[in-house]
């Protein structure tokens, strides 16, 4: 009986940070890892949910004109590839990524789970902390803010001070958000503080859970105003 046997991961890249040693690990032809710490935060046969927060957040913006996007965390480029399929061709989008070995792999191993995605001509992309940038803004700046961070809203969330998913922080994302611009954020679970202060920032939101069976990520997709869904 002939049995197969999974090729072991391998680690092709890695480099230090103030979280540990941020790794890039494949095996095969197109399986890919990304860990911090020897913690996965991006695994390329498990994008589902980052397609969604890319395509849903868009998809309700993409007929604006002079239209800007921010995406805050590059990971795989999935959430990017996916904004972009469903953008217009004069659509800016603004990626931000705190570590240039990310942007690096995106340029390299990795573009080709995306065709490319970091290099269309509509991306711009910023080595900047993206809370920063939305605290920088200037009013009404972007017509949609995605957050595909590898640490979403969770129960012990700073409720006040957490500089993405804090009371300040979404009053600042609000601030620069347009009229009825969208907020989407990915996050491993359902957080009902961060519901509660989505709402008390002035945003409506729907809350999906892509997939179906086994581990379920959640995308918000929030809105600046608008009806509750």
Known sequence: MRVNVAQPWQTIDSAGTPDG????RKRGERDYLILINNRVLMNSSASRSEVVLGEVACRKVALRLRLRVLIGGLGMGFTLRAALDSLPTAA???VAELNPVIVAWCRGPLAGLTDSAIYDPRVLVEINDVSEMIAASAPERFDAIILDLYEGPHARTDATHDPFYGTR?????AAALSGEGIFAVWGEASDAGFEK????AGF???RQRPGRGGLRHVVYVAQKGGKQK
């Open 21 to 24: 040693a941020l790794e890039l």
């Open 92 to 94: 800016e989008v603004v």
């Open 169 to 173: 922080a979404l009053r600042n994302t």
């Open 197 to 200: 202060r989505l709402t008390a």
């Open 204 to 206: 409506t939101f729907d």
